[in-house]
């Protein structure tokens, strides 16, 4: 009796959905029918019949049995490992792009290597800048130059100061011009304007260069190039200019912005010991001191000349 009664607790929670109904009326009738044979024959223990062990494996039980024995790790499995995750392939990706944009090989060769020779003036002008910074530094500091002295130091970086500066409002003129011969050639249609505007600045913009002090002549200039090239992009895109005229610029801007950083960083340190001569207050100083000088020995000379 106390089996059964057991077996039929295990079908209860076997049961569900529309056999519940079911389960609940032999559930009934299986216990009726229990206490009557309990009470004639008073068996201890009665061994479970098939009927009731049929009860007990019904459909739900023997599923999730099934879905268990399925999904439990076995030991002959094979340890499946995760696989390697390569950390550097984003930086490859990366590295690659970046060659590709200075391999250039879009650029016709002749315009590739008259561009090239046209920024190695700036870099050359701009190292020497450099270099003359560090031996008038060293001049100051120790009380002579390394490789020469402070003094032809000095006077070396008065010539270099308006190369560099010069040629760089040439470059810029020259950059604005290309736009003029685009809309001439009506290359991607006629623009206008717009077109020529951008030609209108660049030399606007470049040749005040020439009157500014040293630093802030670099520096307006750095910028120019930086407009210039975003300005070339977004004519690349309207269809403006060829398509591989925006990495062209992108390369000799990166060369000349590069030579203009490295003018920057070498004349750091020069504004306390160096005068530069450079900037339109310094020569028209210049101008009224010589304009002095030459008023000063016209008057010693006609007092001289009345004397005797």
Not at 66 to 77: G, L, M, N, Q, V
Request: charged residues 20%; aromatic residues 10%.
């Amino acid at each position: 009796m106390l089996y059964r009664t057991a077996a039929t607790r295990s079908f209860l929670r076997a049961a569900n959905g529309a056999n519940a109904s079911v389960a609940r009326s032999a559930l009934s009738s299986t216990i009726f029918k229990a206490q009557l044979t309990s009470s004639a024959r008073q068996f201890p223990l009665a061994r479970p019949t098939t009927s009731s062990l049929a009860l007990a494996t019904r459909k739900p039980v023997t599923t999730a049995l099934i879905r268990y024995a399925s999904t439990k790790p076995s030991k002959d499995d094979p340890i499946v490992e995760d696989p390697d995750v390569d950390m550097m392939a984003g930086v490859r990706n990366d590295m690659n792009i970046i060659k590709d944009t200075f391999t250039l090989k879009d650029v016709p060769k002749d315009a590739l290597y008259l561009g090239m020779a046209g920024v190695i003036p700036y870099l050359v002008t701009s190292v020497q800048t450099a270099y003359l910074a560090w031996e008038m530094n060293n001049a100051v500091t120790t009380g002579s130059g390394v490789y020469m002295s402070g003094a032809t130091a000095e006077l070396l970086m008065d010539v270099i100061e308006p190369i560099q500066i010069g040629y760089g409002a040439v470059i810029l003129s020259f950059l604005g011009a290309v736009h003029w011969g685009l809309e001439w050639a009506g290359y991607g249609g006629k623009a206008g304007w717009r077109r020529y505007g951008t030609g209108v600045i660049a030399p606007a913009v470049a040749w005040p260069t020439l009157l500014m002090p040293a630093e802030y002549a670099l520096i307006t200039q750095f910028c120019a190039f930086t407009f210039l090239y975003y300005n070339d992009a977004r004519a690349a895109i309207k269809g403006w200019t060829p398509a591989w005229y925006p990495i062209y610029r992108f390369a000799l801007t990166f060369v000349v912005g590069a030579s203009i950083v490295i003018s920057l960083i070498g004349r750091e340190q020069l504004s306390s010991h160096y005068d530069s001569r450079h900037g339109i207050s310094d020569k028209v100083k210049a101008l009224t001191e010589a304009v002095e000088h030459e008023r000063a020995a016209a008057a010693e000379k006609k007092a001289a000349e009345e004397a005797e």
